[in-house]
């Protein structure tokens, strides 16, 4: 494919010629605008690190940057990520591995699989169910970590491509709080938003209470069928969040922390996939329509007691209901389908630290255990039901020795044992199919890793390590009950930190290679299917500094190739084709200005180029190799901030997804979403 050059030179000349920021913004612009790879701690590795220290390639997302509004979804957040493409309803796609994997929509039913990247927030893992939902509203988040590659040592099975880490603010033993309300034009959506904080008992026992609530109407046209009247608003969108927690220091002691955490939050209208009719996806009429609701409820609680200056115990033990379904609408009633999902799940992980004050050796090792539990069904049009137990147990851990003044040596792995037993049936024309998935497996996940302190403010690594997701069946489109292997990968990374000039420019690169073992996809026929072998290469560039005292510039790039070695055939000749959703190409940049202490202005673009949507590589299935532009200014001060913004700025006509005529008659295209011009207001006391 040929990628767009005028587009592409233009955003290159911009990073290359200048240093440029990675994803991790000052808090205080004005007194420390720049926040060194030193600084900033990452967490969504069993352990904290700072980012100078971090092997894995993650991109770090900050406060700073969620907190005018400007992003509506955890989606849009970090979909200017380079090497990660975001589409329409589904798990980001993290260099050039789709992030639903086996899971995408009827599947996620009749086999039970998981995503390949793991959502976790505060320390526990996120259900994900056939559709991407559930991640529209963004408040009092303190950071997001995007892991690119797999994170299987760190999360299990459900991480081979990766991970998003969301942490969400504590509280504090101050009183503080906040007060958003913000609006955005295209889809008339309102944000409103509170946060409290404070001690209950001084230096003993605080509490962190926020709510959020977004409401509004998305772009898409619903069609409104005179055979069947819709009974709902079609592009009605509704979000609903709120979450409490409460800090224990029994007797003032720093040593001993308990947290209790409840979080509860409902999603509902119009959401998941959206794909318009192909012949104009930009008159936003659906191929098909949905009224979705997701909603969750979990109960966490976090220990984190200091036995002594050289370890401690971290203990998380969390209880979460996760109910998500949909109810069709057809031109007639009898073509509709209300489809549910209930799952529950118990999750413990318990940890030792060790070398807390010897730097030179240090290490952890932890126990996980996942329980999950659903009962599932549909009815109308199509009738199917059944019930899953999955079941996981792991020993995990790590372990850092330097070795001399300038090599240090991490040595960690997982081996976790895991079991599913789920049972299947549908009703079809000729009687009832389906049929039991029983698996049962024990893994082993190195990892290993080479770190060379170069100085005070260069680390140089060498890494390798091993991702994996199960065995796993699905229902065919010919009613026939199916089942695939597992898959693997071998990952084998390159990583430069840098932090130069006392902290004021920040390089942070990795180079890597992914050998696939197995891949899970789907062939011709729709059935998931190993492919024998494919193999990824790419780098991640990411780097920022101050240009001035009043102008910080930031920006990175993506380079990704990717190449399918052998396949079942089944697939076709597809045998030296590239993976779908594998762009070349993918880069940023973004500039800001302040004019003084309160007032900023911001300039950014990202450019994704094209990639194909099918293993075939077909030519009438190409998207992206479009670049998208915001624009944004910024009014803060101790009480107030009132941010302005503008997405998509040129209102570019991307396609994401693209298919052609078929199935669906006029084909149908997924849309990056037009321009939106937007404010909010947030007020702290």
Not at 98 to 108: D, K, L, Q
Not at 149 to 162: C, K, L, Y
Not at 434 to 439: E, H, I, S, V
Not at 558 to 565: A, D, N, R
Request: glycine share 8%; no cysteine.
């Amino acid at each position: 494919m040929a990628t767009n050059v005028f587009r592409l030179s233009a955003l290159a000349l911009s990073v290359v010629s200048v240093l440029s920021s990675s994803y991790v913004w000052a808090d205080d612009a004005a007194d420390d605008p720049i926040s060194s790879i030193e600084k900033i701690t990452v967490m969504g590795e069993k352990t904290e690190r700072s980012l100078k220290d971090t092997t894995s390639s993650v991109s770090v997302i900050s406060a700073e940057q969620l907190a005018s509004g400007q992003y509506l979804s955890v989606s849009s957040a970090i979909a200017e990520i380079p090497n990660v493409v975001v589409l329409s309803g589904a798990v980001p796609d993290i260099r050039g591995v789709s992030g639903n994997g086996a899971a995408t929509g009827f599947n996620s039913f009749t086999g039970g699989a998981k995503a390949r990247v793991s959502t976790i927030v505060d320390g526990v893992i996120e259900p994900f169910v056939a559709d991407l939902t559930g991640d529209t509203g963004l408040w009092d988040i303190a950071q997001i970590e995007v892991f690119r590659g797999p994170q299987s040592t760190s999360n299990g099975r459900n991480s081979i491509a990766g991970s998003l880490f969301i942490k969400t603010n504590d509280p504090s033993f101050d009183w503080d709080g906040a007060a958003r309300l913000g609006y955005r034009n295209q889809s008339n959506f309102v944000d409103s938003a509170i946060m409290l904080t404070g001690p209950i008992l001084d230096e003993q026992l605080a509490f962190r209470i926020t709510a959020q609530n977004v409401d509004g109407d998305t772009y898409n046209k619903g069609l409104n069928h005179e055979t069947n009247p819709a009974t709902y608003d079609l592009n009605e969108l509704k979000t609903q969040r709120f979450r409490s927690k409460f800090l224990w220091q029994p007797n003032q002691n720093d040593d001993l922390q308990i947290m209790y955490s409840y979080a509860f939050n409902k999603e509902t209208g119009d959401t998941g996939r959206k794909y318009f009719e192909g012949q104009d996806p930009w008159a936003y009429i659906p191929v098909f329509q949905r009224d979705m609701t997701t909603e969750s409820g979990t109960h966490s609680v976090k220990v984190d007691y200091q036995l002594d200056n050289s370890s401690s115990i971290d203990l998380v033990v969390a209880i979460m209901g996760y109910d998500w379904g949909f109810d069709s609408y057809e031109p007639l009633p009898e073509y509709q389908s209300s489809v549910r999902m209930d799952d529950d799940s118990t999750m413990i992980d318990a940890k030792y630290n060790f070398g807390l004050d010897a730097p030179g050796l240090k290490g952890f090792i932890g126990f996980a255990h996942f329980q999950r539990t659903q009962d599932f069904g549909s009815q109308g049009a199509t009738v199917y039901s059944g019930d899953d137990r999955s079941d996981s147990d792991a020993i995990y851990g790590e372990v850092s020795v330097d070795v001399g003044a300038q090599y240090r040596v991490i040595a960690g792995g997982r081996v976790e044992k895991e079991k599913q037993r789920r049972d299947f049936a549908m009703q079809s024309r000729t009687g009832l199919v389906g049929d039991k998935l029983n698996t049962d497996k024990t893994i082993v996940l190195p990892k290993l890793v080479l770190q060379y302190l170069y100085s005070d403010n260069t680390t140089i690594s060498a890494s390798a390590r091993r991702g994996y997701n199960s065995a796993g069946g699905a229902m065919s489109r010919e009613n026939e009950y199916y089942y695939f292997d597992e898959e693997s990968v071998n990952t084998y990374e390159l990583t430069l930190r840098s932090s130069l000039d006392s902290g004021n420019v920040n390089i942070s690169a990795n180079a890597f290679h992914n050998n696939y073992d197995g891949y899970q996809s789907s062939n011709k026929q729709r059935r998931i299917t190993n492919i024998d072998e494919v193999v990824t290469s790419g780098v991640e560039f990411e780097l920022y500094t101050m240009l001035s005292a009043d102008l910080q510039l930031k920006g990175g790039f993506g380079l990704l190739k990717s190449e399918i070695k052998e396949a079942d055939p089944s697939f076709g000749d597809v045998k030296g084709n590239e993976l779908n959703s594998a762009p070349a190409v993918t880069a940023n940049v973004a500039l800001t200005y302040w004019f003084h202490e309160d007032l900023s202005m911001g300039l950014s673009s990202n450019y994704v180029d094209d990639y194909y949507a099918d293993f075939e590589n077909s030519a009438d299935r190409i998207a992206g190799d479009y670049m998208l532009t915001r624009v944004n200014a910024d009014y803060e001060n101790e009480q107030w901030r009132i941010s302005a913004y503008v997405n998509n700025l040129f209102d570019e006509k991307a396609v994401t997804v693209k298919e052609p005529p078929g199935w669906y008659p006029t084909g149908y295209a997924g849309v990056a979403d037009p321009r939106t011009v937007g404010v909010s207001v947030t007020y702290f006391f």
